[in-house]
Antibody, heavy 126, light 111 residues
Framework: QAQLVQSGGGVVQPGGSLSLSCGAS????????MHWIRQAPGKGLEWLAV????????NYADSVRGRFSISRDNSENTLYLHMNSLRREDSAVYYC???????????????????WGQGTLVTVSS | QSALTQPASVSGSPGQSINISCTGS?????????VSWFQQHPGKAPKLIIF???KRPSGVSNRFSGSKSGITASLTISGLQAEDEADYHC???????????FGSGTKVTVL
């Protein structure tokens, strides 16, 4: 059974940095694109970033481009999100999600986001 | 990139059918057959229930169905059950520089 387990998160000061991890099991991690999505308290979902199955291509939402970086280690079945220059408005629950099979990280083969990690809370506050 | 427009809330009685709309633009919903729907219970991660406008993942009830007309996608829940009470989010691929856009979310209440 495909499963994603997240770690990281916590409280960070404005302007600070934080990294999140997402460990995959139960499926061929290296064959799928992967996404990060967040949800501010009481708000809707916001797509943040995607990385291709082989890690060679990544794309970002305008709101985080230049501040966040998505990466993956296919040998360790782990996805990462490195967040810099954090702002109060970045406070949210962050989710990782499996994307499309052999996804390029740009035009999708399928609009697939499943499964999702359990989510991890990031709070940006002084 | 603005969020796709969904009604804030929809309600129905057990056994009834309800529809949730998701209105975008010619840059997203109207341009691609890459619309997905997610169910999210309180405090839980979202779950994929419809992908590529009309397709259901394995294990998802056939009471959930999706469709699209122009710039508006729709999710229909038939035979409404108490367990369907949740938030529902739509998502579309978009030609904007932010590749994907989510809807504003709809709270479904079973009366």
């Amino acid at each position: 059974q495909a499963q994603l387990v997240q770690s990281g998160g916590g409280v960070v000061q404005p302007g600070g940095s934080l990294s999140l991890s997402c460990g995959a099991s139960g499926f061929g991690f290296s064959s799928y694109a992967m996404h990060w999505i967040r949800q501010a308290p009481g708000k809707g979902l916001e797509w943040l970033a995607v990385i291709s199955f082989d890690g060679t291509n990544a794309n970002y939402a305008d709101s985080v481009r230049g501040r966040f970086s998505i990466s993956r280690d296919n040998s360790e079945n782990t996805l990462y999100l490195h967040m810099n220059s954090l702002r109060r408005e970045d406070s949210a629950v962050y989710y990782c999600a499996r994307g499309d099979y052999y996804g390029s990280g740009y035009y999708p083969n399928s609009n697939w986001f499943d499964p999702w990690g359990q989510g991890t809370l990031v709070t940006v506050s002084s | 990139q603005s969020a796709l427009t969904q009604p804030a809330s929809v309600s129905g009685s057990p056994g009834q059918s309800i529809n949730i709309s998701c209105t975008g633009s010619s840059d997203d919903v109207g341009a691609y057959n890459f619309v997905s729907w997610f169910q999210q219970h309180p405090g839980k991660a979202p779950k994929l229930i419809i992908f590529d406008v009309t397709k259901r993942p394995s294990g998802v009830s056939n009471r959930f169905s999706g469709s699209k007309s122009g710039i508006t996608a729709s999710l229909t829940i038939s035979g409404l059950q108490a367990e369907d009470e949740a938030d529902y989010h739509c998502n579309s691929f978009t030609s904007s520089t932010s590749l994907y856009v989510f809807g504003s979310g709809t709270k479904v209440t079973v009366l």
